[in-house]
């Protein structure tokens, strides 16, 4: 009983039955394919718990596990870095909300736990978008209705 460093599992004792095993690693990209087929030995029941950083929306494992949990004997379950705040500490949590303010686009992942918007590609608006002089924050009437308008303009971007 106990850790497997070669093959990294934990192997623990259950009350009724064989002893149960606990792998615990990453995952190499080129290993994705391989999941489904490791909870396979039959006469055990199986449990596969999946913890990465939120995938884009056409990830594999966003259709294997919907928001809505429509997938049977599948769920998914959000977290945020917050939900992780004892094991992880504050000034963790301060540096990593420095790294990624409020805005930023892996904010979403890294600390809200909300999938997509993944830093994949070019940037369309490269170079032409500053944040300091494009965008601020405005007061806005409680009662007013909210319009949104935008522009992909290359010279000069811009959403009211």
């Not at 945020?80 to 004892?86: E, G, K, L, S």
Request: hydrophobic residues 35%.
């Amino acid at each position: 009983m106990g850790w497997n460093a070669q093959e990294q599992y934990y192997e623990i004792a259950t009350v009724a039955g064989p002893t149960s095993r606990i792998y615990a690693r990453g995952l190499k990209a080129s290993e994705d394919a391989a999941l489904k087929a490791r909870r396979s030995q039959p006469g055990c029941p199986h449990q596969m718990l999946l913890t990465p950083n939120p995938p884009h929306h056409d990830h594999w494992l966003a259709n294997e596990f919907p928001e809505d949990n429509a997938h049977p004997d599948h769920r998914y379950i959000r977290t945020t870095v917050y939900d992780n705040r004892a094991a992880l500490g504050e000034a963790y949590i301060q540096a990593l909300e420095a790294a990624y303010p409020a805005g930023s686009v892996l904010r979403r992942r890294f600390i809200e736990g909300l999938r997509g918007l993944s830093m994949v590609g070019d940037p369309v608006f490269g170079g032409y978008f500053q944040r300091l002089l494009h965008a601020r924050q405005v007061e806005m009437h409680p009662a007013a209705p909210l319009f949104e308008g935008w522009d992909f303009g290359h010279g000069h971007p811009c959403v009211v």
